[in-house]
């Protein structure tokens, strides 16, 4: 068990009481992260604000073995570095969650690794290219940003979403808070990123002066992938992606 981890998950379970996620799924979800953790120098996190909820059921779903990803977890988790997430055809499970996934996220990291000029670009990890090939061009895209040192963290450790709803906004900035003072903190400081990207305005609201104490002004927040822009919002923040991260 991460003692750290379990130790903030309490204190957070007394804001969330009895909603909140399930301790295993927590952890499951930090296996996943630290798995995809750049080995070498960290360039770039990107803060996220966190998860969907996993839950006990979910968790028995399995992740089958991948190519190339020695000691990958076997368990599926709501969390986009779970290869599984969105991909139903990879579980092969009757019980796999309807309309699961983050395409909007998968730009991102999309994003990070290519210059983005126009939508069809995202064609090869989108639901038009035959599954194979898709799931093929995930793995090797993770793999990429693990080596080119880009890393996604969450400000929350546990989830806030849970079937589309969420707490208030008084209550997630609680919950961010919280996770930052005793976990995401040092985690974020022992990376010694180059860069943080704030994906959200509300990570930013609560967390841009605590983070601007570890890497000066090398912070940018970025609108939330699902926000209400313009396409062409969309777009621009896209390529701002790619000039920090490329």
């Not at 919280?178 to 010694?192: L, T």
């Not at 699902?226 to 923040?237: D, I, P, T």
């Amino acid at each position: 068990m991460n003692n750290k981890l379990k130790h903030c998950y309490d204190q957070i379970h007394q804001i969330l009481g009895k909603d909140i996620e399930p301790y295993e799924s927590v952890e499951l979800v930090e296996r996943y992260r630290q798995y995809w953790k750049p080995t070498g120098k960290i360039r770039v996190i990107l803060l996220a604000e966190s998860h969907v909820f996993t839950s006990d059921d979910d968790r028995k779903i399995k992740i089958p073995q991948l190519p190339n990803l020695p000691g990958y977890e076997t368990q599926y988790a709501k969390f986009v570095y779970c290869i599984g997430y969105g991909e139903r055809l990879l579980t092969g499970n009757p019980s796999h969650p309807k309309r699961d996934g983050t395409p909007q996220f998968w730009k991102i990291f999309y994003s990070c690794d290519n210059l983005i000029q126009e939508k069809n670009d995202f064609h090869p990890i989108l639901s038009k290219t035959k599954y194979e090939q898709r799931v093929e061009n995930k793995i090797k895209l993770l793999l990429r940003l693990q080596r080119n040192g880009i890393w996604l963290i969450d400000s929350s450790i546990v989830a806030l979403y849970n079937n589309g709803e969420k707490p208030n906004n008084n209550i997630i900035s609680l919950v961010i808070r919280k996770s930052w003072d005793c976990y995401i903190h040092n985690v974020v400081a022992e990376a010694n990123p180059d860069y943080v990207i704030c994906v959200g305005k509300t990570v930013a609201n609560v967390l841009k002066r605590d983070i601007e104490k570890l890497v000066g002004k090398r912070c940018t927040v970025l609108s939330q992938p699902n926000a209400h822009l313009l396409s062409e919002e969309h777009m621009a923040n896209f390529r701002q992606y790619s000039r920090i991260c490329r």
